[in-house]
């Protein structure tokens, strides 16, 4: 779920991209501020202006996750039914595809990393992946659905799952695969 790091944004904003792509392709402990600051396109002093520390980038990419997770939900609102929301989710994931090949579900991969660290970070990613998990479970409700919250995690389980799949494997059609069964899957909810 992240950002193109975008040159026309201000730097604060340009280093948290930079810093949830570049923490995506590498991981945490392999990234240093340097690599942030070359995607960023801005100079390696300019990062500490913004950030003293690693962990403070951990926290603006966790917050440049937020940013696009929220810009997503934005964009799937314009769809008129629940059902075709959840769809079109479906469908960016799956065309995210050849990203998850080389390095997984950014917020996945994230999360799972920051797991492993005592720094309570990882509580703060799992805010911001609760909240897409709420709305998934809203539109679930929205069609009717008691089973809303059960539905929501079966739906993000799947992803995170097959994104794992299709990294491991090396293989694109497993996520498109899966994704053609969940909007079938959607479809018979409905």
Known sequence: MTNSVGRGAGKRERLADAAAKVFHEQGVEKTTIADIARAAEVPVGNVYYYFKTKDQLVQAAIGAH????????????????????????????????????????????????????????????????????????????????????????ALFASYQGISLLTNTFRDPDMMAGEGHRLERWIDSLA
């Open 66 to 153: 937020d940013r696009t997770a929220k810009e997503i939900i934005a964009a799937l609102e314009q769809f008129d039914s629940p059902a075709e929301r959840l769809k079109a989710l479906v469908r960016g994931w799956v065309d995210q595809r050849d990203t998850a090949v080389q390095f997984g579900c950014p917020s996945g991969s994230l999360a799972t990393e920051l797991d492993k660290r005592a720094d309570g970070l990882d509580r703060e990613l799992a805010d911001v992946m609760r909240a897409l998990l709420d709305w998934i479970e809203s539109q679930f409700a929205a069609m009717g659905r008691e089973d809303a919250r059960e539905l929501a995690v």
